[in-house]
């Protein structure tokens, strides 16, 4: 096995972390289809892992997850404009499902794929105000949803989970590299260095974990479900430690609206809950041991 | 990045997994058992003989110091080869990954001839003198003496916890020899016999039993060295001790690994400890084959003893808090008997807990690799 990124993945990695520096000022509209003509969307698993990680570092706004790991491995194929998924076996919390163009619904026939307007689709207020989540409030007569979620949906979470997590690490190192007390930087002491410390070793044990269900799922190897239940409660494990040693570090600031650290605590959170926490995933891990044993 | 299995590799790791059938001793062959860091009874010490002259010791090295000039995923797979089996690789461990490996990097032609050899084929067996009585993490304030008198040091001082020492032939010994330089200048390194008159070595026992006694106080009073057992340059000893340590951490986050292993074998659990203690295990194998590909920070190491040590320490109270009652018991077996490891490895759950302990202080400290990370990956201020 090699586990490092070859040099098209690097110089994938340094574009995408180049254009993300230059669209911030850009609308959702206009961040979408920046994406597409990019040709984020047809990434392979491991590349589209390395797009989201920087997605995540930046909280994207846009359908672009839910269209490229809830559509995607469902419907087999890029939708029409954007699209989402249904897994879950009751279309709660779907995300996107209230703007995306084409909608992949998992049934007890098989995926069936529909047009997003045609579906009654609800967004829900979440303390995410970036994330679109939605339930289906009406479905077509005679659907009959089973859950089934896919393993690139959990990667697509996890590394998002990654990329937030990274975006808390950088902003909290600079803010405690600056922030002076006592007469010299709080960064110099060792209680805060040894909890930055944590941040970083959560995220690294977090990515490795998320890009290898990427490199499972890209070589379609048998390893790719336990390798996804590994990679979402990892992440999840990670925003843990990220979000309380990250808020205690940024002190009172951290905890303000005009500080912008709560945007990346708050996407890191959403994607530990949606489709399962590290909780749920740790035991299903153990239910997957159990029936090897 | 890619999953698939290089050919190269699997030829290799095909080709070993013959040999260790082959040749493996029986449990009839190895029933005397090793009493501490630097002692290797017989069987083992013919053992560890077929796998240098077969170049399966250090499969890295050329095939004169028991290898076979072997590639990063070929030494993998051999490590990997081996903790599958559950066979410790040499009951001098620190012979073999540090004191030999250094003599190896550092040691002249004729210094490699006359000592690492030996100790690759297990016909002398080796200590590690770096920490003192008032230098642990902070090894460079080491205050053992060295004065050079004619062609010999003339050594003076003390060290302590320095395993296995009264079962060694040497101890690689880190002195002062200029007390003047800066703290980190003015160390050299000696390779001591421990039958030099004036040395004395003082086993005690671990908090385990009365009975273990690896670690040591080396007291030297006026021990006459040769000139010619300075390994590396006089007052560059620095470059020695990150030398050495850089052997100790580099192959530390594999016995972790293989340590990690043996619970999830020993311990199944529905608890959710369990499964994180797989995640772990993966997580460490996965930045252990990134750290090994290169173009990593060499601080990343620090990432690894950490997550290695921490993970077994957990894991290792989780198997104990599994147990209830039951894990009183002591003595115990608590896996299979395997004569080709350590005894401790199958002991109660206590011991393996308590066992667990140095992981976190050895090799450098938890706090101390905290702090590593924190600088020299994070940037904060020293």
């Given amino acids: 096995?090699?586990?490092?990124?070859?040099?098209?993945?690097?110089?994938?990695?340094?574009?995408?972390?180049?254009?993300?520096?230059?669209?911030?000022?850009?609308?959702?509209?206009?961040?979408?289809?920046?994406?597409?003509?990019?040709?984020?969307?047809?990434?392979?698993?491991?590349?589209?892992?390395?797009?989201?990680?920087?997605?995540?570092?930046?909280?994207?706004?846009?359908?672009?997850?839910?269209?490229?790991?809830?559509?995607?491995?469902?419907?087999?194929?890029?939708?029409?404009?954007?699209?989402?998924?249904?897994?879950?076996?009751?279309?709660?919390?779907?995300?996107?499902?209230?703007?995306?163009?084409?909608?992949?619904?998992?049934?007890?026939?098989?995926v069936v794929v529909v047009p997003g307007p045609e579906l009654a689709a609800?967004?829900?207020?979440?303390?995410?105000?970036?994330?679109?989540?939605?339930?289906?409030?009406?479905?077509?007569?005679?659907?009959?949803?089973?859950?089934?979620?896919?393993?690139?949906?959990?990667?697509?979470?996890?590394?998002?989970?990654?990329?937030?997590?990274?975006?808390?690490?950088?902003?909290?190192?600079?803010?405690?590299?600056?922030?002076?007390?006592?007469?010299?930087?709080?960064?110099?002491?060792?209680?805060?260095?040894?909890?930055?410390?944590?941040?970083?070793?959560?995220?690294?044990?977090?990515?490795?974990?998320?890009?290898?269900?990427?490199?499972?799922?890209?070589?379609?190897?048998?390893?790719?479900?336990?390798?996804?239940?590994?990679?979402?409660?990892?992440?999840?494990?990670?925003?843990?430690?990220?979000?309380?040693?990250?808020?205690?570090?940024?002190?009172?600031?951290?905890?303000?609206?005009?500080?912008?650290?709560?945007?990346?605590?708050?996407?890191?959170?959403?994607?530990?809950?949606?489709?399962?926490?590290?909780?749920?995933?740790?035991?299903?891990?153990?239910?997957?041991?159990?029936?090897?044993? | 990045m890619r999953l698939g299995t290089n050919p190269e590799v699997e030829k290799f790791r095909a080709e070993f997994a013959a040999f260790l059938d082959e040749h493996l001793p029986t449990a009839e062959e190895a029933t005397e058992r090793t009493r501490s860091?630097?002692?290797?009874?017989?069987?083992?010490r013919r053992w560890q003989q077929t796998l240098f002259d077969a170049g399966y010791l250090l499969p890295g090295q050329p095939p004169e110091y028991g290898g076979r000039n072997a590639t990063l995923e070929q030494i993998l797979a051999h490590q990997e080869e081996l903790s599958r089996r559950r066979i410790y690789h040499s009951f001098n461990p620190q012979g073999l990954g540090i004191i030999a490996a250094s003599l190896l990097t550092f040691g002249t032609e004729e210094q490699k001839a006359r000592w690492a050899i030996p100790l690759l084929r297990a016909e002398k067996t080796a200590a590690l003198g770096m920490s003192e009585p008032g230098a642990g993490s902070d090894l460079a304030g080491l205050r053992t003496r060295a004065v050079l008198d004619g062609d010999h040091f003339v050594v003076n001082g003390q060290k302590v916890w320095?395993?296995?020492?009264?079962?060694?032939?040497?101890?690689?010994?880190?002195?002062?020899?200029?007390?003047?330089?800066?703290?980190?200048?003015?160390?050299?390194?000696?390779?001591?016999?421990?039958?030099?008159?004036?040395?004395?070595?003082?086993?005690?026992?671990?908090?385990?039993?009365?009975?273990?006694?690896?670690?040591?106080e080396v007291f030297f009073t006026d021990v006459r060295v040769p000139r010619e057992n300075l390994i590396g340059e006089l007052d560059n000893g620095w470059a020695v001790a990150n030398g050495s340590l850089g052997h100790e951490r580099t192959l530390l986050w594999l016995s972790y690994a293989e340590r990690l292993e043996d619970l999830i074998r020993d311990a199944p659990s529905d608890g959710e400890w369990y499964a994180s203690l797989q995640m772990d295990l993966q997580a460490l194998r996965l930045l252990g084959y990134e750290q090994l590909s290169g173009g990593r920070n060499p601080a990343e190491i620090s990432l690894l003893k950490l997550l290695g040590s921490e993970a077994l320490q957990r894991a290792n109270w989780h198997a104990l808090e599994q147990h209830q009652q039951d894990a009183l018991i002591h003595p115990a077996r608590?896996?299979?008997?395997?004569?080709?490891?350590?005894?401790?490895?199958?002991?109660?759950?206590?011991?393996?807990?308590?066992?667990?302990?140095?992981?976190?202080?050895?090799?450098?400290?938890?706090?101390?690799?905290?702090?590593?990370?924190?600088?020299?990956?994070?940037?904060?201020?020293?």
């Fill in chain 2, 162 to 216: 320095t395993s296995g020492a009264h079962d060694s032939d040497v101890i690689l010994t880190f002195v002062r020899t200029d007390p003047d330089a800066p703290k980190h200048r003015g160390i050299s390194v000696l390779l001591i016999p421990t039958d030099s008159e004036g040395l004395v070595c003082r086993p005690f026992a671990s908090m385990t039993g009365p009975d273990d006694l690896d670690f040591n």
């Fill in chain 2, 334 to 382: 608590t896996a299979p008997p395997n004569h080709m490891a350590h005894d401790v490895f199958t002991t109660s759950w206590f011991e393996r807990y308590a066992r667990s302990a140095p992981g976190t202080i050895a090799g450098g400290t938890s706090e101390i690799h905290r702090n590593i990370i924190a600088e020299r990956i994070l940037g904060l201020p020293r």
């Fill in chain 1, 122 to 293: 609800q967004r829900l207020d979440t303390f995410d105000h970036r994330l679109h989540v939605a339930h289906l409030t009406d479905l077509p007569t005679g659907t009959d949803l089973v859950p089934g979620v896919p393993e690139l949906a959990l990667m697509g979470l996890a590394v998002t989970t990654v990329g937030a997590c990274r975006r808390v690490l950088d902003l909290v190192v600079a803010h405690v590299k600056q922030r002076k007390q006592f007469g010299v930087p709080i960064g110099s002491f060792q209680a805060v260095k040894h909890k930055a410390a944590d941040m970083y070793l959560a995220i690294e044990r977090a990515r490795v974990l998320a890009y290898y269900c990427a490199l499972t799922i890209a070589e379609d190897d048998p390893r790719q479900h336990r390798a996804a239940l590994m990679a979402k409660a990892a992440a999840g494990e990670c925003q843990e430690v990220v979000y309380r040693n990250g808020t205690q570090l940024f002190g009172a600031m951290g905890f303000t609206w005009e500080n912008d650290l709560h945007i990346y605590l708050k996407r890191a959170v959403a994607a530990n809950l949606l489709l399962g926490s590290a909780t749920v995933h740790r035991k299903a891990l153990l239910t997957m041991e159990v029936a090897a044993l």
């Fill in chain 2, 37 to 44: 860091s630097s002692h290797i009874p017989e069987w083992s």
């Fill in chain 1, 1 to 110: 096995m090699e586990f490092e990124f070859d040099e098209d993945q690097l110089l994938l990695r340094q574009s995408v972390r180049e254009t993300l520096a230059k669209t911030r000022a850009l609308s959702e509209a206009e961040l979408w289809s920046t994406y597409t003509e990019l040709g984020w969307l047809e990434a392979p698993p491991v590349e589209l892992a390395i797009v989201l990680d920087e997605l995540g570092y930046i909280a994207d706004p846009t359908p672009f997850l839910a269209t490229a790991t809830w559509f995607a491995p469902l419907a087999g194929r890029l939708p029409e404009g954007s699209g989402t998924g249904v897994f879950d076996g009751g279309g709660r919390f779907v995300l996107d499902a209230e703007r995306a163009d084409e909608v992949a619904l998992l049934t007890s026939g098989g």
